[in-house]
T-cell receptor, first 111, second 111 residues
Framework: GAGVSQSPSNKVTEKGKDVELRCDPI?????LYWYRQRLGQGLEFLIY????????KSGLPSDRFSAERTGESVSTLTIQRTQQEDSAVYLC?????????FGPGTRLTVL | DAKTTQPPSMDCAEGRAANLPCNHS???????VYWYRQIHSQGPQYIIH???NNETNEMASLIITEDRKSSTLILPHATLRDTAVYYC????????????FGTGTSLTVIP
């Protein structure tokens, strides 16, 4: 079956612009996670959605970052006024409980 | 989540078994051991998880010591496509929260 998909696969933007990243989870997965991975580093948790519960936003690095999820489907991660340090691969994962299944990521480059 | 310790890198000859160790000396009784891997430029891929019994699936075997303070992931016949960074993670097997990915072990399978 279809796995987690993310779009775009690559995004190049200018400093100060807003970007929106999309994640389509596996159908039926109630949990959805966003992570950030800087070059050569491990994964950094950003935000977690579980069903209709309030999301766990404890990993968002600043108020420029926000995410939404409609029910148990698509999620979007928005970064406002992008900075060069936002350059990274942004990974989405979905889960029916355990384990997590990851998408291919969106590589964001802020010039 | 309990901290895990893994060697930063390992080599393995193609066709031989790759044994990747992980120390998790502060693991709690309700925490599972998970293994993921990340092939270059891809999202992490779930491999296997276990609580205290040894586990085997089509990808690998997981050997957990009786005191649960360490474990070994075994790839029985390594191929070049197994070259990746392997992450050992411990966490409760419940929904919620994130996986804390460390820096993992970079496995290189040598022809």
């Amino acid at each position: 079956g279809a796995g987690v998909s993310q779009s775009p696969s690559n995004k190049v933007t200018e400093k100060g612009k807003d970007v929106e990243l999309r994640c389509d989870p596996i159908s039926g997965h109630t949990a959805l996670y966003w992570y950030r991975q800087r070059l050569g580093q491990g994964l950094e948790f950003l935000i977690y959605f579980q069903g209709n519960s309030a999301p766990d936003k404890s990993g968002l690095p600043s108020d420029r970052f926000s995410a939404e999820r409609t029910g148990e489907s698509v999620s979007t991660l928005t970064i406002q006024r992008t900075q060069q340090e936002d350059s990274a691969v942004y990974l989405c994962a979905s889960s029916p409980g355990t384990p997590q299944y990851f998408g291919p990521g969106t590589r964001l480059t802020v010039l | 989540d309990a901290k895990t310790t893994q060697p930063p890198s390992m080599d393995c000859a193609e066709g031989r078994a790759a044994n990747l160790p992980c120390n998790h000396s502060t693991i709690s009784g309700n925490e599972y051991v998970y293994w993921y891997r990340q092939i270059h430029s891809q999202g992490p891929q779930y491999i296997i998880h276990g609580l205290k019994n040894n586990e085997t699936n089509e990808m690998a075997s997981l050997i957990i010591t009786e005191d649960r303070k360490s474990s070994t992931l075994i790839l029985p016949h390594a191929t070049l496509r197994d070259t990746a960074v392997y992450y050992c993670i411990v966490r409760p097997s419940t929904t919620g929260n994130q996986f804390y990915f460390g820096t993992g072990t970079s496995l290189t399978v040598i022809p």
